[in-house]
């Protein structure tokens, strides 16, 4: 074998191995990101799962007229978990649409007469239900606007 | 300068609920008015630290914080003098969020 041909092999031997690296970093990186856009699905649905929850107990608290402690404290047990699944996303700050989405939330179903001794129940199709209703929504979309910022 | 540090967990209750004396034995305004009112007086600096309850309805906050303003503490001064802790970030934000509408209904 001559010189040449042996600088031709090595070079060879060289590339081959340049693009098995290579190739080997566009599937992991490829494979992270997909494993990444899971997990955020994931978050995404649990968040929207809660967001409803919230919403519906909120409805029953609303329209219904006796004191009911046990109720309000799961409401704001729950709106903190939401709270902490919403952390995860990373526009979650003060001034975000995230986090002025999930205070409008908040503000909708505890604010007011919440907790007030003498509140009345709401009808269904009341201003109080309609807001929390909207507020839901708006959380709802915004929550996927995140994740299709994010992660699509 | 003064710090004064206000747990509401620990030195008034794990769980506030409502606003106004009637609605049960922890409310926003007895909050504001027995506890906050006295230590914003008396010192320079008050942090108000919100961990360690069983969450808070917009309600309390609205009333304790928003109240502050109503009972004559302008937005100006409690932003010097109030410091809001927690480890859910959205109190903070409500928090100041009320004081700054409580700010602009007095102005109207």
Redesign the interface.
């Known amino acids: 074998m001559t010189e040449t041909q042996t600088i031709i092999q090595a070079t060879l031997q060289g590339v081959t191995w340049v693009l098995i690296v290579l190739g080997w970093m566009v599937v992991n990186h490829q494979n992270n990101k997909r494993e990444t856009r899971k997990e955020a699905r994931s978050m995404s649905d649990l968040a929207k799962i809660a967001t409803k929850k919230i919403s519906s107990l909120s409805e029953k608290y609303l329209t219904t007229v006796q004191e009911d ?1 046990q109720l ?2 799961e409401i ?2 729950e ?2 978990l939401l ?1 902490v699944e919403l ?1 995860r996303f990373p526009d ?3 001034e975000s649409p995230l ?1 002025t989405k ?2 409008a939330f ?2 909708s ?10 509140r009345r129940a709401d009808a269904q199709d009341a201003d109080s239900v309609r807001k929390v209703r909207r507020s839901r929504t708006d959380l709802l979309s915004e929550i996927e606007n995140q994740f299709s910022k994010h992660f699509k | 300068m003064s710090s004064f540090s206000i747990s509401v967990a620990k030195d008034f209750s794990p769980s506030p609920a409502g606003r106004f004396p009637e609605d049960g034995p922890f409310p926003g305004a007895v909050f504001r008015d027995r506890i906050l009112i006295p230590a914003i007086k008396g010192n320079d600096e008050v942090v108000v630290d919100l961990d360690g309850t069983d969450g808070f309805g917009s309600s309390f906050l609205e009333e304790t914080f928003g109240g502050l303003v109503r009972s004559g503490y302008p937005e100006a001064i409690l932003l010097q003098k109030l410091k809001v802790r927690s480890s859910r970030a959205s109190y903070e934000v409500r928090v100041w969020r009320y004081i700054k509408k409580a700010e602009s209904q007095k102005s109207k």
């Not at chain 1, 179903?109 to 003498?118: P, R």
């Open positions: 402690e309000s404290l704001k047990s709106l903190e709270e952390e979650f700050s003060k986090m999930f205070s908040a503000d179903i505890t604010g007011g007469e919440f907790e007030a001794k003498n």
